[in-house]
C-alpha cells in the first residue's frame, strides 16, 4: 500500500519513454563525485553516535542496560525512519530529501554530548534514528534520480564504498 510506481517508470511502462518523464540526466561520474564525497561526510557523522552511544552513556555513569536501550532507540527508528522517509522523498525528490535528512542528524550529533536528562536522550536518539535513516534512503533515490539507469548499478556501487570509507572513518 506504501509502494509507487517512480515516475520515469511509469512514463516508460507507458510507452513515453525516458523523454518524456523528464528524464534529463546529469554526467554519471559529477553525480558519483558528489554523492560519494557528501556520503563520506554523512556517514562519518552517523556513525559516531551509533559506535560510541553505550560507551559515552556508561562512561557518564548511566548504567549499562538504560544505555542500551537509548541504542536501541536510535536503531528502532531507523527502521521506522526508512519507511517514513520514503514516502517524504517520493514527495521532495532525492536531493531535496537527502539534504534534509542529513542536516538533521548533523544538527542532532551535537546535542549527544550535551544532553544529560534520560527523556531528552529518547526523543534525541528517535529523531537521530529517522534523520540518519533518511540519508540512506534518500541517497538511493538520488542516483535513480539524477544518473540514467544503464549507469545506476555502477553509480550505487561507487557512492555506497565511500559511504562505508566514511562509517570506517
Known sequence: LMVRTPPLLAAVRSGGGVASAGGRFLPAPLVIAWLSA???????????????TVAMLT???????EAVRVFLVIVGSGMLGRILLVRLT???????????????QTALVFWF???????????????????????????????RELVEPRMA???????MMFAWFGMGL
Open 153 to 159: 548499478a555502477t553509480a550505487l556501487a561507487v557512492v
Open 59 to 65: 562512561d557518564r555513569g548511566m548504567p549499562y542496560g
Open 113 to 143: 554530548t550535551w544532553v544529560d536528562s534520560l527523556p531528552l536522550l529518547y526523543v534525541l536518539s528517535a529523531l537521530f534514528g529517522i534523520g540518519f535513516s533518511g540519508v540512506m534512503t534518500s541517497v538511493w533515490v538520488c542516483i
Open 38 to 52: 557528501a556520503s563520506i561526510f554523512c556517514c562519518a557523522t552517523m556513525s559516531v553516535p551509533i559506535v560510541h
Open 90 to 104: 517520493d514527495s521532495l525528490g532525492g536531493p531535496r530529501s537527502y539534504f534534509m535528512a542529513s542536516a538533521l
